[in-house]
């Protein structure tokens, strides 16, 4: 189980985690299984109560410091779920642009057009190549999007799937250590070594569009007093049935959620 966590800055600076998924690495099957857990999921935190769980980050953060922020947030995903994760990797807007741009852009698919707000600009539908500055405007563009920040997972899913593909094709594979060497200026935390990256590049190296699973996680909206900022906010409240069914098809756990 290998979390993915991007920050909603550009800068070592205190942060919220704008991206997080939870991916499940079956190497036996050849599979990877994301979910996508929206930034606004409503989870009770040690210490401090029902709020959301991009606030994890940040509170771990101003009381240890980066590392700190990281292992709040592993806590509060592996608590959703009632998982173990394994692995992590963190990254902010600086690093996605830089992972982007070291395999030379993505290419994606849009099934429709996709309107930058306040950017005066719309990337069409159809096939897309996307370098490191554009993949980051639509990963981070949910205002004009019919499904909002439900959509913004779903593209985000979009942007991972084809920086893995572009990681992985053949041409790419011969310049692994380079690329992981480049790949250290853009993680800000992660406990994946280099020999982790190698032999997950080599034994996925022949990944189709069918072996990866995605989802968004299930539930729907609410508002509820925040015991941080002290005023009524947006939730997602995720669907506990869901989150059992998740966890156990998706993520190998055993027995229900305690």
């Known amino acids: 189980n290998v979390l993915i966590l991007g920050l909603d800055s550009a800068q070592q600076a205190i942060s919220r985690t704008d991206?997080?998924?939870?991916?499940?690495?079956?190497?036996?099957?050849?599979?990877v299984s994301l979910v996508s857990v929206p930034r606004d999921t409503r989870v009770h935190l040690p210490g401090i109560g029902w709020t959301k769980i991009n606030h994890a980050h940040v509170v771990g953060e101003l009381n240890?410091?980066?590392q700190a922020g990281t292992q709040a947030t592993v806590q509060a995903v592996s608590d959703l779920f009632q998982v173990?994760?394994?692995?992590?990797?963190?990254?902010?807007f600086t690093g996605f642009q830089g992972m982007i741009d070291?395999?030379?852009g993505i290419d994606v698919h849009l099934k429709q057009a996709v309107v930058l707000t306040?950017?005066?600009?719309?990337?069409?539908?159809?096939?897309?190549?996307?370098?490191?500055?554009?993949?980051?405007?639509?990963?981070?563009?949910?205002?004009?999007?019919?499904?909002?920040?439900l959509g913004r997972q779903r593209h985000q899913s979009l942007i991972l799937k084809a920086l893995i593909h572009k990681a992985?094709?053949?041409?790419?594979?011969?310049?692994?250590?380079?690329?992981?060497?480049?790949?250290?200026?853009?993680v800000l935390d992660t406990n994946l070594q280099d020999s982790d990256l190698i032999s997950l590049a080599w034994l996925y190296r022949d990944l189709t569009d069918e072996q990866i699973h995605y989802q968004s996680l299930p539930g729907h909206s609410l508002y509820a007093?925040?015991?941080?900022?002290?005023?009524?906010?947006?939730?997602?409240?995720?669907?506990?049935?869901?989150?059992?069914?998740?966890?156990?098809?998706?993520?190998?756990?055993?027995?229900p959620p305690k």
């Not at 991206?19 to 599979?31: C, E, F, K, R, Y």
């Not at 173990?84 to 902010?92: E, F, M, S």
């Not at 990337?123 to 999007?145: N, V």
């Not at 690329?179 to 853009?186: G, K, Q, V, Y």
């Open 168 to 186: 992985l094709q053949p041409r790419q594979l011969q310049h692994v250590p380079q690329l992981i060497s480049a790949l250290h200026e853009d």
């Open 118 to 149: 306040d950017q005066h600009r719309t990337i069409p539908a159809g096939d897309q190549h996307l370098d490191g500055e554009m993949a980051l405007k639509l990963a981070r563009e949910r205002y004009s999007l019919p499904d909002g920040d």
């Open 64 to 66: 240890g410091g980066e």
């Open 84 to 92: 173990p994760i394994h692995y992590y990797v963190k990254t902010d």
């Open 225 to 255: 007093q925040d015991p941080l900022v002290k005023a009524e906010l947006y939730y997602w409240a995720a669907d506990p049935q869901a989150v059992i069914e998740i966890a156990q098809e998706e993520f190998e756990q055993k027995g």
């Open 19 to 31: 991206v997080i998924m939870l991916a499940h690495v079956n190497p036996q099957a050849g599979t």
């Open 102 to 104: 070291e395999v030379g």
